[in-house]
C-alpha cells in the first residue's frame, strides 16, 4: 500500500486508508498498483479495439507499426477514441435528463404522486423557453406540455435544439459556420457511434468536430434539461449551510448514504427518514434517529436543495463503508464502483441498486419505480433501520467541514442585482472595474492516479488569491466544501478586491453550483455575462477560464468538449487521452480557438494550469480594453489589514493539504 498522505488530502481517508489496510480490505489504491505497468499505447490514446481484426497498437516511437490492419493512422485512432469518450459521456448526462423529463410527465399525468412541482416560478421560464403556452392554462398541462417538449428534444431528428438560443447570438452562428450546431441529442450520439464504426470516418479533424457537437448536445441540451426539470420538481437551489466530510456520520443514529446522481429516489429517502414513524423505529432498533449523507452528485443534489450533508466525493465511496458506521448505502446511476459489492460483504452495510441501468452481480437490487416513490423508499430506509443493531465497532473520523452551497444562477442573478432588478451588471461590473480579474469554473472528479483533491486544492486556492471568483460542481465542489472553502470566511483566502465583494455580498470566493449536469449553470451564467453588454457579446469574449483538474469519467470529456464548444478556454488535469497525436492536440487547442474561441488543452502540472489560465485572462481583460489587473487597487476598506493577518496564519494550516 502506497502512503495515505502521497494518495489523498483529505485526513479522514488518510485514517480510514490506514485502517483498512490493517484490516486486509483492497481500496483502488491497491488496484491500481496491480495494473502497473499499465499500458503505455493505451495511456497515450494509441490502442484501436474498434473491430475485431484489431487490438491495433500504433508506436508512438516510430520502432513499430505506425498504421492499424485497415490502415488507421495515430491521429484517426486517438480521434476515435476521443469521440467514443465524449458521446459515452454525453449520452449519460443526457439519459439521466431524459429520465427527468420522464418523472415530470408521470408527474403531469397523475403516474408520480409523491412528486409535485415545488418552483412554479421554474416551470414558467422553462415554458418560456420551450415555447410553451402558459396563459390560462392549468400547471398541470403545462407541466405536461413541457414534459413532452422536453423529451422530443432527444429524438429530434432536424434543426436546432431549442436551448442554443439561451447562447449569446454570435455563438450560435460560429456554431452553424463551424458545423457543429447540435441537431437532436440522441442523433449527436449515435452519429458518433456511427461514424466511429469502422471503415467510417477517417479524419481527425471531422471526428474531433462530431465529439464538440454532442458535448454541446449535452451541455446546451440534455444537461440543461435535466436541471430546469430538477429544479421544477425539486426547487431551485437557494444558499444553505450544511457539513462536509465523515465526521458528518453519526455514532449513535442509523447511518443511510444516498450516491450516485439522480434524486429521484434520494429526495423520496429524504421524506421517508423524516417520517416520525421511521423515527420511532429507529428508535425501537435503539438508535437515536436517522442520519442522511451524501456521496457523489446525489450528494451535490441533495446537498444544495435539503443541505444533506455531504461525507465525501467519488474517492470516499469505499471509506465511508470502512468506518463501519454506515447501515446502508443505497445507490442509483454512474460513478458507483463495483468494489462496492465484495467491499460490503465484509461490512455489516447493506447495499442497494435502484436504477434498471446499474445493477451490481449479487447486490439486493429495489428498483425506483415512480408511482409508488415513498413507499419503495420507506421500505429501502427500513431495511437500514433493521441493520443497525448488527453495526459492530465504528471508527468515524472527526473530520468535518461547513459550507453554503446551492448559488443556481438564478440565486446569483438576485444576490448581486437584487429580486426586482436582478441582473449581471455588479458582476460584469466588479469585472470591468479589475476589483476582480476575471471568472472560473472548477469542475469534475477524483481520479486514483493523482491525490485526491490536491490539484483542486491548488488551482482554486491560487485562482481566488488571484481575484479570479471560482463557481464549481461535481466532485470538485465537494473536495473543496471539505477544506471549508465554501464558507464566507474563506473570503480571507482570496485576493483583496475578490475579498471586498464577498464581504460586501455576503458570498463565499468560490460558489458552489451542484452537481455535474449543473456544469449548465455554469453555462447559463456565462451566457449572461455576455449578454449583459461591457465585456464583449459572447462566451469566448469574457476574461475567464474552466478546469477539471483529476477528472477521470467520459461525461468529463462531454463537458470539456461543451466548454471549449461554447468559446471557455478549458484546463484538465492528469494524463492526456490524446497525447499520442500531435495534430490532435493542435487541433483541440488552436484550430479550435480559432473557429470557435475555446480551446481543449491536457496540462498534468496545476500550477502550469493556473498560470496558463491567468495569463490567459489578462489577455481577454486586454483586448476587451479594460485596465490591467492591479491587486493593490482594491481591498483597502474595512478590516483589510486584520484579514491579511488571518489570511497568513490559515495558510500555514491549509498548506498542509496544498500542492505546492
Ligand atoms: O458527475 S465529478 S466522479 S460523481 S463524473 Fe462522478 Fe466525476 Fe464525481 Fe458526479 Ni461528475
Ligand atoms: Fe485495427 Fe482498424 Fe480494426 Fe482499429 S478499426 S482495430 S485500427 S483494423
Redesign the pocket.
Known sequence: MTEACKITSDPAIQKLIQLAGENGVELSWDRLAAQQPQCGFGQLGLC?????????RVDPFGEGAQL?????DADT?IARNFARMAAAGAASHSDHGRDMALTLLAAAEGHAPDYQIRDVRKLMAVAGYLDVPTKDREIKDITKDVALKALAQFGQQTGELVYVKRAPKKRQELWRKAGVMPRGIDREVVDIMHRTH??NDQWYESLILAAVRAGLADGWGGSMLSTDITDILFGSPVPLSARANMGALSEDMVNIVVHGHEPTLSEMILVAVQDPEMVEYAKSKGAKGINLGGLCCTSNETLMRQGVAAIGNFLSQELAIATGAVELMVVDIQCIMQALGPLTQRYHTKLVTTSPKAHIEGVMHVEVNEEHALEIAKQVVKMGIDNFPNRKKTHIPKDIDHMVVGFSHEYINYALGGMYRGSFRPLNDAVASGRLRGAAGVVGCNNTNSCQDESHLYTVRELIKNDVLVVMTGCGALACAKYGLLTPDAAKYAGPGLREICETVGIPPVLHLGSCVDNTRILTVLSQMASEGGLGNDISDLPGAGFAPEWMSEKAISIGCYFAGSGVYTIMGGRSPIAGSKHVTEFLSTTLEERLGGKLEFLPDAQEGVDRAIKHIDKKRAALGLPEYDAKRFGQSGDAVMMKVLAKRDDEVLNVYSAK
Open positions: 484501436c479495439r474498434i473491430c475485431h481484426q484489431g487490438p491495433c492499424g490492419v485497415c490502415g488507421a485512432i469502422m471503415g
